[in-house]
């Protein structure tokens, strides 16, 4: 077990000065971008932020929410399983799907999730008119 912790340890190491490691940059720019564009949505429907919805559902509706963010990003995901796979064989000369699935995390649904609710979280406070704002601080100057 130690071996194989430390050979996976040594590889994922290995990535950051590897070939194509143009990917590092490349996927987590890409699930940004999704994630962007899905957290001004969330925001524009008043949907709570993403990860926080995803982990404590107000309408047992996780089911919904693992689709639809699967539907978002899933080819950001398949890509980057796909390039580490093109990686491996490339360099290793074996294929760890293991690690795929761990760079594939890191690359690309680590910053989506993220991401998303961050930005529904600034997109919802910058919606909030001025007036609505004004009105809760003033106390009936009469």
Known sequence: MDDTLSRIGSQLIERVSGPMK?????QPCMAAFFAIRAGLIDAKLGNRPYF?????????DRATLGKD????IYRVVILAVVLD??????VIHFVYIGEAIIVA???AL???????GLVTRLASKKKKSPT???GTEVYGDT
Request: glycine share 2%; hydrophobic share 60%.
């Open 22 to 26: 143009f990917r590092l940059v490349l």
């Open 52 to 60: 926080w919805a995803l982990l404590f559902p107000k309408r047992r």
């Open 85 to 90: 796979v093109i990686y491996q064989i490339k």
């Open 132 to 134: 609505q704002a004004a």
């Open 110 to 116: 680590l910053p989506y999730l993220i991401l998303r």
């Open 69 to 72: 963010g699967w539907k978002s």
């Open 105 to 107: 995390f890191v690359l």
